[in-house]
């Protein structure tokens, strides 16, 4: 096993909380082939698909360092525990990324949400991505002097259910709204939400086991 994939507190949570930001990029990724403009479209999805085959392998890789044979008797078991709970949320995030980007690409070229709903979904991604970020600082920071300067997002999921309030009352208003529309905006929300909950999760519980061996 590499020195740093499971080494004391300090560095405890280094390769999970790397997966976490290989997550949040791929999301970007996946959110520009819905927001960057068609012509980037094809280049935003190539790199989608690129962060997240790399965060596959990486997720690979430490599920075999942690069913590692000898290697894994080194290991607390919290950290074990801890890791197959945050590879689920990894797992999770890359499989909600890829729902985005294949709705995002199946809409092009010729189908663009109308404003009002794309500013919703806009919006909703905002929020979602801003949530990712803040929790990736917060397990980057699990066990150095700055963790406790790193708010974790959790009024962030009250926004973006806010925000789901909006996007619903639009949808079922009594308005003429394109079924195709209503159907990929409500499973992109969805699906922002979901990477945003299961980011939220990883980060917290990598804080907490490093507190806890910290302890």
């Known amino acids: ?3 740093d994939d499971y080494p004391g507190p300090g560095r405890l949570g280094r390769r999970p909380a790397g997966m976490l930001r290989m997550a949040e990029a791929a999301l970007v990724c996946a959110t520009a082939v819905l927001f960057g403009g068609r012509p980037a479209a094809a ?6 698909d690129r962060a997240l085959h790399e965060l596959r392998d990486e997720m690979e890789d430490q599920a075999t360092a ?3 044979g000898d290697s ?4 607390d078991m919290r950290t074990v525990v801890t890791g197959v709970h945050v590879g689920r949320d ?3 995030m890359a499989d909600l990324t890829r729902q985005i980007a294949e709705i995002a690409w199946s809409r092009l070229p010729e189908r663009p949400f ?3 709903l794309s500013s919703l979904v806009e919006d909703i991604s905002r929020t979602a991505l801003a949530m990712m970020g803040q929790a990736v600082r917060a397990a980057e920071s699990a066990g150095t002097a700055e963790t406790a300067a790193v708010a974790m997002p959790e009024a962030g999921l009250r926004e973006i259910g806010r925000q789901q309030q909006l996007l619903d009352r639009l949808l079922c208003d009594g308005g003429m709204h394109d079924i195709r529309d209503a159907v990929d905006a409500t499973l ?3 699906c922002y939400e979901g990477c945003a909950r299961h980011a939220l999760a990883a980060a917290r519980r990598l804080v ?3 507190d806890a061996l910290d302890g």
């Open 90 to 92: 990894l797992e999770h």
């Open 208 to 210: 907490l086991l490093v």
């Open 66 to 68: 942690l069913l590692g």
């Open 72 to 75: 894994s008797a080194a290991l």
């Open 188 to 190: 992109l929300s969805q």
């Open 43 to 48: 280049d935003s999805m190539t790199a989608a």
């Open 1 to 3: 096993m590499p020195e």
């Open 114 to 116: 109308p404003a009002r």
